[in-house]
């Protein structure tokens, strides 16, 4: 399984773009990057996924390298309620199904 | 449309005892998985069901059995509870492509005393 690294913590002035970076460089050419997040202890909501290309959508944007080999995960305006740890994950596909492998993530903190 | 339910939300259990927590999903998905989060750790996944009548072991499966009753409910059972299982247990669904995302419960909070 390839491997992600995440800086433990990032704090983000609230308004301003939050840019939380994630290294994979091991990943194979198959697998997804995916980002999901955890406020306070609820459980886990997918953010956004992409294989080679950016992706966007209603809440956020998705650059991944064109080495594949690192991604960024961006929150255009954070708020308050941004406040959360994000993972970033590299998909295992494993015969129709698959499994996610979480890190630690990265603790984001918007602050006023 | 409820997505993933889990229940119960919270258990105290003696070291010892048995139970088991319930997942349903309503999305008609294919994947479901059991995980169990720590304290300040991430989630780790226990065991996995990538279709009706399967099912695989994760990361940390001891002390540990699971069942997946139908396509909607997959079960996980503590047959003799240890204070080591107190954690949080987070239930998920997924259509089981690689290109899917998954729907997670909002966790069974357990307790061993």
């Known amino acids: 399984d390839a491997k992600t690294t995440q800086p433990t913590s990032m704090d983000c002035a609230e308004g301003r773009a939050a840019n939380l970076p994630c290294n994979h460089s091991?990943?194979?050419?198959?697998?997804?990057v995916y980002w999901y997040r955890q406020i306070h202890s609820q459980g886990p909501q997918y953010i956004i996924h992409?294989?080679?290309n950016n992706e966007t959508n209603e809440m956020a944007s998705l650059i991944i390298t064109e080495d594949r080999k690192s991604s960024t995960l961006i929150l255009p305006h954070a708020t308050l309620r941004d406040t959360a740890v994000y993972y970033c994950?590299?998909?295992?596909?494993?015969?129709?199904?698959?499994?996610?492998?979480f890190g630690t993530g990265t603790q984001l903190k918007v602050e006023l | 449309n409820a997505g993933v339910t889990q229940t119960p939300k919270f258990q105290v259990l003696k070291t010892g005892q048995s139970m088991t927590l319930q997942c349903a999903q309503d999305m008609n998905h294919n994947s479901m998985y059991w995980y169990r989060q720590d304290p300040g750790m991430g989630l780790r996944l226990i065991y996995y069901s990538a279709s009706e009548g399967t099912t695989d072991k994760g990361e940390v499966p001891n002390g540990y059995n699971v069942s997946r009753l139908n396509k909607r409910e997959f079960s996980l059972r503590l047959e003799s509870a240890a204070p080591s299982q107190t954690s949080v247990y987070f239930c998920?669904?997924?259509?089981?492509?690689?290109?899917?995302?998954?729907?997670f419960g909002q966790g069974t909070r357990l307790t061993v005393v």
């Open positions: 091991t990943i194979s050419g198959n697998e997804y």
């Open positions: 998920a669904s997924s259509s089981g492509g690689s290109d899917t995302e998954a729907f």
């Open positions: 992409g294989l080679k």
């Open positions: 994950i590299v998909r295992v596909a494993l015969g129709g199904g698959n499994k996610l492998t």
